[in-house]
């Protein structure tokens, strides 16, 4: 029993879980993958009604898997088990799928920084170190989104010419430091590793859903047998033991008279009319002529 009860309640904390992780995946893409270039928002346009499509299942989902656990439902925990397998492969899909989107989908993301000197200064002392480590400047643009204030993270030194551009600033690297956080990101697998992630917490959400089914499933058949066991055993008693006559109900037996009341008592001519019905008269008598 108390075995049971772990089963549902993880079971309850994972979909909780599913139903956070949908409705972050449904606002996302809306609220930070969107540019206002119009060719990158037209890229960018599958991989945000994707990202939106596993968010709706995963609420879908996870509103059946609820229901199904804590009203110990068998049919909903078996919709959820075979949704939560069709999920599976759809993570692995995203798997696959979003990794050569990540540029555009960083780009989109950091695209709102811009111009740095003005909208990105949270972003001033980490892109500075990251300038002056992986020889690059700026993020999407490179030194342009610098605008008029290059720092002098941005200045090549040693000067190499195959990555550093000749600008009226000077010598600046080329390239933008988004390609390089990209590569990083590409390098660790991150997306991919992430969609993993969530493959494994899916597949132990479907298994701890079958479990739950076949205890539900041992318990209905335990309660059944146990009936058919109650059922026959009160059969095979009342045909063993003799069975007394049925017993009328009040309304349907004689009236009883109380003791002390004795049976009415009916007049002589009432009387002779009763005697009558039982005794019939004798035959009228008739004169033969001898006396």
Same mark, same amino acid.
């Given at each position: 029993?108390?075995?049971?009860?772990?089963?549902?309640?993880?079971?309850?904390?994972?979909?909780?879980?599913?139903?956070?992780?949908?409705?972050?995946?449904?606002?996302?893409?809306?609220?930070?993958?969107?540019?206002?270039?119009?060719?990158?928002?037209?890229?960018?346009?599958?991989?945000?009604?994707?990202?939106?499509?596993?968010?709706?299942?995963?609420?879908?989902?996870?509103?059946?898997?609820?229901?199904?656990?804590?009203?110990?439902?068998?049919?909903?925990?078996?919709?959820?088990?075979?949704?939560?397998?069709?999920?599976?492969?759809?993570?692995?899909?995203? +798997?696959?799928?979003?990794?050569?989107?990540?540029?555009?989908?960083?780009? +989109?993301?950091?695209?709102?920084?811009?111009?740095?000197?003005?909208?990105?200064?949270?972003?001033?002392?980490?892109?500075?170190?990251?300038?002056?480590?992986?020889?690059? #400047?700026?993020?999407?643009?490179?030194?342009?989104?610098?605008?008029?204030?290059?720092?002098?993270?941005?200045? #090549?030194?040693?000067?190499?010419?195959?990555? #550093?551009?000749?600008?009226?600033?000077?010598?600046?690297?080329?390239?933008? #430091?988004?390609?390089?956080?990209?590569?990083?990101?590409?390098?660790?697998?991150?997306?991919?590793?992430?969609?993993?992630?969530?493959?494994?917490?899916?597949?132990?959400?479907?298994?701890?859903?079958?479990?739950?089914?076949?205890?539900?499933?041992?318990?209905?058949?335990?309660?059944?047998?146990?009936?058919?066991?109650?059922?026959?055993?009160?059969?095979?008693?009342?045909?063993?033991? /003799?069975?007394?006559?049925?017993?009328?109900?009040?309304?349907? +037996?004689? /009236?009883?008279?109380?003791?002390?009341?004795?049976?009415?008592?009916?007049?002589?001519?009432? +009387?002779?009319?009763?005697?009558?019905?039982?005794?019939?008269?004798?035959? /009228?008598?008739?004169?033969?002529?001898?006396?």
């Amino acid at each position: 029993m108390c075995c049971s009860c772990s089963v549902r309640g993880w079971l309850l904390f994972f979909t909780i879980l599913q139903l956070i992780g949908g409705m972050s995946f449904i606002v996302t893409p809306w609220k930070y993958y969107r540019s206002s270039e119009n060719d990158l928002d037209e890229r960018l346009s599958p991989v945000r009604w994707t990202i939106f499509t596993a968010g709706v299942v995963s609420i879908i989902l996870g509103i059946t898997g609820l229901h199904g656990a804590r009203k110990k439902n068998k049919n909903f925990l078996i919709m959820y088990s075979v949704g939560s397998c069709l999920r599976c492969f759809g993570l692995w899909f995203l +798997a696959y799928y979003l990794p050569p989107q990540l540029p555009n989908v960083m780009k +989109a993301w950091y695209a709102e920084y811009i111009p740095l000197q003005t909208n990105g200064r949270d972003l001033v002392e980490g892109l500075t170190s990251l300038q002056t480590i992986g020889e690059c #400047c700026g993020l999407v643009n490179g030194y342009e989104d610098w605008v008029t204030h290059v720092p002098s993270s941005c200045k #090549c030194y040693p000067l190499r010419l195959d990555s #550093c551009v000749l600008t009226k600033y000077g010598y600046v690297y080329k390239q933008p #430091c988004l390609d390089l956080v990209v590569k990083i990101y590409m390098d660790m697998n991150i997306v991919r590793n992430i969609c993993i992630f969530y493959v494994v917490i899916t597949a132990i959400e479907m298994l701890l859903a079958l479990v739950m089914t076949c205890r539900i499933q041992k318990a209905s058949s335990a309660e059944v047998t146990m009936a058919l066991t109650y059922r026959n055993a009160t059969n095979m008693e009342m045909a063993t033991t /003799p069975q007394a006559p049925p017993m009328l109900p009040a309304t349907q +037996a004689p /009236p009883m008279l109380p003791a002390t009341q004795a049976p009415p008592m009916l007049s002589s001519t009432q +009387a002779h009319l009763h005697a009558s019905s039982y005794y019939p008269p004798p035959p /009228p008598y008739q004169y033969d002529g001898k006396n």
